[in-house]
């Protein structure tokens, strides 16, 4: 009978291990595409975080960048772990994940309260931001951002292209009397912005506050779905972890 239940212990291990392993496979993969969703949201729209007055939406992706690279350190841990047997690394393997969790928990936070506050934030800063900020030295970034955002979203000021008659930059000889900045246009040629009809510039309802708030509002889902599919990824691996420090023999001292 014994030795019925050392067999019986003995597969159940040997499953454990596998299904361990199966997890921390996909748990690598997993930490590389939470990764990539951090830097491709630093990199591609790191023009866009210049706009915002808050640092959450940056801080909630430097959270990704770095949760992924320990999700993936983690992974590579795990895998030795499961295959040597031993209960000291299965343990820090678990702090790991236990560590991660809180740090996606963190970020999950961190964009819900962004989400909540995103609308008035876009609507005290942006109009500011983009009148008094474009074409001023030392804000090349912010330029830079606004013409970009203006181009790839089809919009054209904040809440509409009336908001660039109280902008600065107009007033200014550089401006060479156009109504609007060139990005305005549907088609950028040379001074193309001293023409603002409906035909030549973006005219949406809504303006780019619009367009900008639907872009990161879909973007922290985006950030928010990942986080908690990881999250219960976790839970799962929590467990079999568990349950394989429970039926690995205590090591020899």
């Known amino acids: 009978m014994g030795e019925y239940d050392e067999k019986k212990e003995t597969c159940g ?42 640092g959450i939406y940056a801080a909630t992706a430097y959270i990704l960048v770095i949760a992924g690279a320990i999700v993936m350190v983690t992974g590579i841990l795990g895998c030795c772990a499961t295959f040597k047997e031993q209960r000291q690394l299965l343990r820090v393997y678990f702090v790991l994940l236990l560590c991660i969790f809180l740090l996606e928990i963190l970020a999950g936070i961190l964009a819900y309260i ?87 510039i973006y005219k949406v309802e809504g303006g780019c506050i619009t367009k900008l708030e639907n872009f990161i509002l879909e973007h922290l889902r985006i950030i928010g779905a990942v986080g908690i599919g990881i999250a219960c990824v976790q839970i799962i691996g929590m467990i079999f972890t568990c349950c394989l420090y429970r039926s690995l023999k205590s090591e020899p001292y």
């Not at 040997?14 to 199966?22: D, E, G, N, V």
């Not at 997890?23 to 939470?34: H, I, M, R, Y």
């Not at 606004?146 to 107009?170: I, P, T």
Request: proline content about 3%.
């Open 13 to 54: 291990t040997i499953c454990l291990k596998y299904l361990l392993f199966s997890f921390n496979f996909f748990f690598w993969l997993a930490g590389g595409a939470v990764m990539a969703v951090g830097v491709w949201t630093l990199v591609e729209k790191s023009d866009y975080i210049s706009l915002l007055s808050s």
């Open 114 to 200: 962004y989400y909540q506050q995103l609308n008035d934030e876009l609507k005290q800063n942006l109009r500011e931001t983009m009148t008094s900020k474009y074409k001023r030295v030392g804000e090349e970034r912010v330029t830079e951002a606004v013409n970009k955002l203006q181009q790839e979203f089809k919009c054209c000021g904040s809440n509409n292209s009336q908001d660039w008659q109280g902008s600065e930059w107009v007033r200014t000889p550089e401006a060479g009397g156009r109504q609007v900045p060139d990005s305005c246009c549907k088609t950028i040629t040379p001074q193309c912005g001293k023409r603002d009809h409906p035909s030549n």
